[in-house]
């Protein structure tokens, strides 16, 4: 082995020499008859966006750049000017662009392995292969005699299941001294640098003298294989002793990618102890050492092991039932032959592929940033999919790969390019239900009869298969694991497309996994019941014999697989895919020990219990009724399966089309989605009565949404829009109204932009729940262009209201049922005499009309001008507003509302999040729509995640996101559209479905963002933080195409509120990342920090608001409408004051007199946060830095002073607390000061 | 020196405390909880404003009846005669700082603007009837003032006007629409007028030095001229980078008829080409000094 070790650490040389060699010319060196191979009928290979110029032109310019070069003789600046021009242009052909390869570049830098590390482990390696050589080799022994030998040694013969007991076991067991090598990654120097360390693989091949013929069959090399290694590790630790290297040395038995059937030797450091630490500690490079034993090349006949053959026999009762097939345990075998062969499969093709390694790095991470590793997927986890399949698949690419062969990647191509034809693969080619790759490991010249080949034909599993050796890749992947690789490469392939946002962080950096909730979006918990074997072996024992034991090996297998089956038999399209995993899985175990766990004692599995993650589709997800077979005179087997599986849930139903079909009837609830009462129900029925399944977190997260105190609100599910359904109806009988009066200037339009439109006000909209502050849905009126307009603001807006007037007469007369009146707004700074008209509908909706002109927006630019200069600030603020409220809600309010039909579950999560901030007293100082906004980021643009299926998955995501922007030098540029899959559905059936769109017309049709405005959008970012570098003046730019300027809805937020969201954010997702989501850490989110201000003052009002805001309490039962609840509007309007929030005029008065020295947060929706009844609110002050200390007396300080000497003054906090209890009076019940 | 012997500012301010009334909700503090305003007479060419106090950090909602009740107290304790007229620029929460509709008008004229008189928030004037009243109040004032250091207990207690539950509510109650109605009437007509005149003072013509009449046409508000000449106020575009407009010769010009031009235009792309690569160079730099390149962070 020493000279293994020492030839393959001598490569590396070679192929960086040819590599610096090499890098200048790689791509205009592409061999062209390389060109030749693509073959563009299938997979076209991946083409590099940029390259695609003219040929005579791209000649053209390499003479100018010669000349230009030239020109200026021989300088140095000249020769790296032209160098770089060379690598600037080949990069932008062979890169997406230039800015990713250098980013590859530094991301490869990034996590190479130290040098000093490697030498050191290798060191080590050395020693350890003359220690293996020490170890002397044994006699043929008997079971019998292999048990009395281990009988008084620490060490016991990690047999696999089942044991094989000296009666039946006629064969015998022995040790020869094996042939080493290293393998794996670090053998072809692909490894990288991981915080959590890696392994080194390294093989141990049993000599072939150790095996007869029929040895595959029935675990007898197993057997062999285990006492092999039992009397190796026997052995080995006695050598450690002896070389005093067992002070910090540790070995312990684990499973070879977790499979049980392969017991392996890990070997790993302790910390050292003393200071001067033995050479051979290499602790400190976190590498561990697996001492993997295999079988020799082709001792056993492959065929026999073909994943559908039976190599397990047992006892059968009648003759006539053929075993099953045992595709596991033959791979399991027939792997272990082959290790050392696609070592040698894989070096060849690194060598003739420059990049390869640097493909297999960018692979390696972007697996593992998803959860994939080469562990096996049956027992639970993503699996079956890592580096070591990533490179075998690269490999078969290299050398054809299509259907007719045709070369899917070229040995010339760059990282990228490699990464990106896998990646690319994965997600259009079909390796489990419509066809398989074949490709031949071993072919020595690549002859077209030996290129790899897709063959249209699936296996209902995932194949990757290898003539040469029989042994199919993707063996230990489950269909569901490849279900989720292959979205999350169809994901990763579009961000590798989109030429307008730099996705590299999000394809290589952002650790999609670290957290379940996150990454799918329903979790369940499932408790078996553990101490009670008997009563769960009674259920799944007559489920799982022996013909299931042979095929799935373990019953862990088993339980995972049957879950699975069960999840998408019963939720089918209301999932996208399923995974489970086992928690408290187990796969090492010490060499004192038989295996991972033992059959004695209560725990009978290898885990805590199981959690069924899944990922939701959000349009079937809720639907009431899972349709089985139609219903037939004669059962057919499908139908005899639907009744068997749903048993008294499954009933005969009639279809509107006629149609009796099986099917089953599902409730909604407002507290939990339906897939949590299938999960339930299915999971009892066919798992364990006694299966507990908990999933109170969404149901948590449910119930923090306000119920609205509307007929059944209790059974309506959270996706149900029906409630802003009836609101938008109320609004279209007044429409058409008001269209059709007769009025001096006709209407021209009607726009609604109030928040319940697009569906995300906080409350849903209840009939005369007019105490809620978006009770009063805005509308904007425009009439026909006059140039009678008054040329001044107060005018203007009296003449407005004229007209508002005129309307409202004519409702009074013409339409009693209505009833309106009007009110002074104030949403316009120092604009105090706009008006609006409310109008109340029969039907017990509220809309708030309001006139604009085409003449309004010229006035308040013209105050600007006109302005001091010391007053433009105020008057540009003025002018934010006013666009905000009358131009840009119109295409804010029409945009969302559309894209959120595509969104599901914006409209439940934005809900949440603005309660969440008003919780936290920030919402009275973010407007509707920044919070809006900021929640849509998590759907529009949602790589490298999945578009959220949950109301807790998105509501995290939103609060993730939020503490990880650095609005310092990050803009949010937002692209409101609706998803591609449904943009796509929505093209086909506009233009007539089936007609094939190409690429060029969907860019057309599509209304992303293109490249241009994208760009426009960053300068306005990069001017915008040229003026205001550390963004103290404005925090959050979110620019979208309705707003590419990024400053209407976030400008004047003071930044302690903006630095205030971010950080509870941040405390949030840590909280959650630490404690997980549990009750407690729930009730935290929603929990206000009150100690973080400099005085906190409760308020409450004589009257509850809670009812007449439209939101049942808790306490009352939820199938009866609260009877408190206002039921029509009050004879004389003036009454409707009663029942409107005093606190928030306080506070409004409070921010005017107080807003050059306090920050004054309060609850703006005291119905639902106000407590039980709804009357109680908060008003917290923070005291802005500045007048903190003292400050000399001038006349213009504006804030409430105390004189400390002659000259000076500080703020006078008693005067002010005094001022702010005086002003509340009786609405004061507390003050809290520090 | 502690609070209590200020009784002047350096700049000529008198400090007036007041002691200030307990609140339910407030916790007792030992020594009564005071409030400071500071006056000074003050001085204006502007005739309005004669025999004015200039007073500094007046209480919450003080208004006029405020502060004749106070002078009235403050003249019974100290024996002397003084009367207030009006309370002026009191704008306590800043509503009327901005005046929308003069800084929206051509028609008001910018002349008087600027004359108008901007005082900072938080300060008023208090305007006597005569000379005599105010150098009373001005005299007790300064006894008045070195109280707070010998008898803080003789200090008056400010009564503040507390608004109550049904103020607030008060603000959501309809506005009465006959009211309303006189309300636009009245401002029309005056806004009309105002018009009119405006309108008749720019077609009167205006005869400038050599004795040329300036003849204005009466479209002068068109939307379309007012908006050219203030589109670039528009904050939200100022971060914006503006683009030349092409000019029309442009336009028609060939940019690729002669061999030099593309040569030139090659050359050019060349050269972005270079600087967009050394700007990427750049931002990998600052991106890597931000650690932007660990897969695990």
């Known amino acids: 082995m020493a000279t293994s070790v020492k030839r393959k650490a001598s490569d590396p040389n070679i192929a960086e020499g040819h590599k610096k060699r090499s890098t200048q010319a790689s791509t205009t060196d592409r061999a062209p008859e390389e060109d030749n191979h693509n073959d563009p009928v299938t997979n076209e290979p991946v083409v590099p966006e940029q390259g695609n110029g003219d040929e005579n032109d791209a000649s053209d310019d390499r003479d100018i750049t010669v000349k230009n070069t030239t020109s200026r003789r021989n300088g140095r600046a000249t020769a790296t000017e032209s160098h770089d021009i060379h690598i600037a242009r080949e990069t932008a052909e062979l890169f997406k662009s230039n800015i990713f390869k250098l980013q590859i570049d530094e991301l490869l830098e990034q996590v190479k392995l130290k040098e000093k590390h490697v030498l050191k482990v290798e060191k080590f390696l050395h020693k350890l292969y003359d220690i293996l050589q020490e170890i002397p080799e044994w006699e043929e022994k008997t079971l019998a005699e292999v048990d009395s030998f281990f009988k008084n040694k620490t060490v016991s013969v990690p047999f696999v299941d089942p044991k094989p007991v000296p009666q039946t076991t006629n064969y015998k067991f022995n040790y020869k001294k094996p042939d080493i090598s290293l393998i794996g990654s670090f053998a072809l120097k692909a490894g990288i640098y991981q915080p959590n360390g890696s392994s080194i693989d390294t093989l141990l091949t049993m000599p072939s003298e150790l095996f007869e013929k029929k040895d595959f069959l029935n675990f007898r090399c197993l057997h062999k294989r285990s006492v092999y290694l039992a009397y190796l590790t026997h052995h080995l630790s006695i050598s450690l002793k002896k070389h005093k290297l067992d002070s910090f040395l540790q070995i312990e038995y684990s499973y070879f990618d977790n499979d049980p059937l392969l017991p392996i030797l890990r070997i790993f450091c302790s910390k050292p102890t003393s200071d001067s630490p033995s050479e051979y500690n290499f602790y400190k490079t976190r590498f561990s050492i697996n001492l993997v034993v295999g079988f020799p090349y082709k001792v056993f006949e492959p065929k026999k092991l073909l994943p559908n053959r039976n190599c397990i026999r047992i006892a059968q009762e009648s003759k006539e039932v053929s075993l099953p097939a045992t595709p596991l345990y033959n791979f399991s075998v027939l792997s272990s032959t082959t290790h050392e062969n696609y070592l040698k499969y894989l070096y060849k093709t690194k060598k003739q592929t420059e990049s390869f390694i640097e493909a297999t790095v960018l692979g390696r991470l972007w697996l593992q940033q998803r959860g994939f590793s080469s562990k096996m997927s049956h027992s639970g986890s993503l699996g079956g999919f890592g580096t070591f399949e990533f490179t075998v698949l690269m490999a078969a690419l290299l050398n054809g790969g299509g259907v007719n062969s045709n070369k899917i990647l070229l040995h010339g191509f760059s990282s990228y390019q490699l990464f990106k034809g896998v990646i690319k693969y994965l997600a259009t080619m079909d390796l489990c239900h419509d066809g398989h790759l074949q490709f031949h490991s071993d072919a020595e010249n690549s002859s077209s009869s030996l290129a790899s080949k897709y063959i249209n034909e699936g296996f209902q599993t995932p194949t990757l298969f290898d003539k040469s050796t029989k042994v199919n890749i993707l063996t230990k992947m489950t269909v569901s694991s490849y279900q989720i690789l292959k979205e999350y490469a169809g994901e990763t392939l579009k961000m590798l497309n989109n030429v307008v946002q730099d996705q590299f962080s999000n394809i290589f950096l952002t650790n999609v996994s670290g957290f379940d909730n996150l990454k799918y979006d329903l979790c369940y918990d499932i408790q078996l019941p553990l101490g009670n074997y008997n009563d769960l072996e009674a259920s799944l024992a007559s489920t799982f014999g022996s013909m299931e034991r042979v095929k799935y090996i373990t019953l862990e297998n088993f339980l995972v697989h049957k879950i699975t089956n069960i999840a998408r038999y019963a939720l089918g399209d209301r999932i996208k895919f399923v995974q489970v995993e086992m928690v408290g899985q187990k796969s090492n175990f010490p060499i004192t020990k038989r295996k991972v766990y033992s059959n004695i004692g209560g725990n009978h599995f290898n885990f805590d219990f199981l959690r069924l993650k899944l990922s939701v589709n959000p349009a079937e997800c809720e639907k009431l009724v899972t349709k089985g077979p139609a219903h037939s005179e004669t059962m057919s087997t499908e139908a005899a399966v639907f009744k068997n599986f749903w048993g008294i849930k499954s009933s005969l139903r009639r279809f509107k089309d006629g149609s009796i079909t099986h099917c089953c009837v599902w409730s909604t609830s407002s507290s939990e989605p339906i897939i949590s009462s299938i999960v339930d129900f299915v999971l009892q029925k066919h798992i364990s009565k006694k299966a507990q399944v908990s999933n109170n977190i969404t149901k948590q997260f449910h119930n923090f949404l306000p119920l609205p105190n509307l007929p059944s609100s209790a059974s309506t599910s959270v996706l149900n829009l029906s409630s802003f359904f009836n609101l938008k109806k109320s609004f279209d009988d007044l429409y058409k109204i008001v269209f059709q009066m007769k009025l001096p200037l006709s209407v021209k339009s009607i726009l609604p932009v109030g928040s319940a439109f697009r569906y995300t006000s906080l409350c849903q909209p209840v009939p005369f729940a007019y105490s809620d502050p978006d009770f009063f849905q805005d509308v904007i009126l425009e009439f026909e262009t006059s140039p009678k307009w008054p040329d001044e603001i107060t005018s203007l807006e009296k003449a407005k209201t004229a007209f508002l007037l005129k309307i409202q007469e004519d409702l009074t007369t013409n339409r009693p049922t209505y009833k309106s009146f009007f009110t002074r707004d104030e949403s316009i700074p120092y604009n105090l005499e706009i008006v609006t008209l409310n109008i109340l509908t029969p039907e017990g909706y509220g809309f708030k009309f309001r006139v604009l002109t085409e003449r309004d927006e010229i006035l308040y630019l013209r105050a600007i001008a006109n302005a001091r200069n010391e007053l433009k600030p105020e008057l540009e603020k003025t002018f934010l507003k006013f666009t905000a409220k009358y131009l840009a809600s119109v295409r804010h309010t029409r945009n969302l509302e559309n894209i959120s039909h595509s969104y599901q579950f914006y409209s439940p999560v934005v809900r949440l999040f603005k309660k969440w901030l008003d919780t936290h007293l920030l919402l009275g100082h973010i407007s509707d729509e920044l919070a809006e906004l900021i929640a849509i980021k998590p759907f529009v643009d949602h790589a490298p995640y999945l578009i959220p299926g949950s109301v807790e998955n998105g509501f995290l995501k939103v609060l993730k996101f939020i503490s990880q922007w650095n609005w310092k030098d990050d803009p949010l540029i937002l692209d409101l559209v609706k998803s591609d899959d449904d943009m796509e559905n929505s093209l086909e059936t506009s233009i007539g479905a089936g007609s094939e769109l190409d690429s060029k017309m969907m860019k057309k049709l599509s209304e992303r963002l293109t490249l241009s405005q994208y760009k426009g959008i960053q300068m306005n970012f990069a001017n915008l933080r040229n003026s205001d570098p550390n963004g103290s003046h404005l925090q959050f730019f979110v620019a979208s195409k309705n707003d590419p300027s990024g400053i209407l809805y976030s400008s004047g937020i003071p930044l302690p509120i903006a630095t205030r969201l971010t950080a509870l954010a941040k405390v949030a997702v840590n909280l959650l990342q630490t404690h997980g989501l549990n009750q407690q850490t729930i009730d935290l989110l929603f929990t206000p920090g009150l100690k973080d201000y400099d005085f906190v003052i409760d308020l409450r009002t004589p009257v509850g608001l809670k009812s007449s805001c439209g939101i049942l309490s808790a306490t009352e039962f939820k199938n009866i409408t609260n009877d408190q609840a206002p039921s029509q509007f009050p004879e004389d309007l003036n009454d409707l004051s009663e029942k409107m929030d005093p606190t928030y005029q306080l506070v409004k008065y409070l921010n005017l007199k107080y807003k050059n020295s306090l920050i004054l947060s309060s609850r703006k929706y005291i119905g639902v946060n106000g407590g039980e009844k709804g009357d109680r609110n908060v008003i917290t002050g923070l005291i802005k830095p500045l007048f903190k200390g003292p400050h000399k007396f001038r006349v213009n300080l504006d804030c409430n002073i105390v004189p400390v000497d002659d000259d000076n003054v500080v703020l006078n906090k008693e005067a002010i607390f005094h001022e702010i209890a005086a002003f509340g009076n009786d609405m004061v019940v507390k003050f809290e000061t520090d | ?297």
Not at chain 2, 112 to 130: G, Q, S, V, W
Not at chain 2, 157 to 167: A, G, M, R
Not at chain 2, 272 to 290: C, G, P, T, W, Y
């Open chain 2, 1 to 297: 020196m502690g609070i209590e012997d200020i009784n002047t500012m350096k700049n000529g301010f008198i400090v007036v405390p007041f002691r200030l009334p307990d609140h339910k909700a407030l916790p007792k503090g030992k020594e009564a909880s005071l409030h400071f305003m500071f006056a000074r007479k003050h001085q204006s060419s502007n005739a309005n404003e004669s025999n004015c106090l200039f007073l500094v950090n007046l209480p919450l909602l003080s208004n006029i009846e405020h502060m004749k009740k106070f002078v009235g107290q403050l003249c019974g304790k100290y024996d002397t005669v003084s009367h207030v007229e009006e309370l002026l620029h009191n704008d306590e929460f800043g509503l009327h700082e901005v005046d929308l509709s003069a800084l929206t008008s051509d028609l008001m004229s910018t002349a008087d603007a600027n004359e108008k008189r901007y005082t900072p928030r938080n300060t008023a004037l208090l305007k006597f009837i005569d000379d005599a009243s105010i150098n009373n109040c001005w005299n007790a004032l300064r006894k008045y003032s070195n109280l707070h250091a010998k008898h803080p207990k003789e200090l008056f207690e400010w009564t503040y006007t507390t608004p109550s539950f049904t103020t607030f509510i008060n603000f959501y109650k309809p506005l009465d629409i006959d009211y309303l109605k006189e309300d636009i009437h009245t401002h029309m007509m005056i806004f009309e007028q105002r018009e009119a005149q405006a309108q008749e003072d720019i077609q009167s013509s205006i005869v400038d030095e050599d004795g040329f009449t300036l003849v204005v046409g009466k479209n002068t508000k068109s939307l379309n001229s007012i908006r050219k000449k203030i589109l670039n106020k528009n904050p939200l575009s100022k971060h914006e980078n503006k683009a030349k407009p092409i000019s029309n010769i442009d336009k028609k010009a060939k940019q690729d008829f002669y061999r030099f031009q593309v040569r030139e235009r090659k050359k050019q792309e060349i050269n972005q080409l270079l600087s967009k690569f050394k700007e990427d160079q750049e931002r990998i730099k600052i991106m890597k000094a931000k650690r932007k390149f660990n897969p695990y962070s």
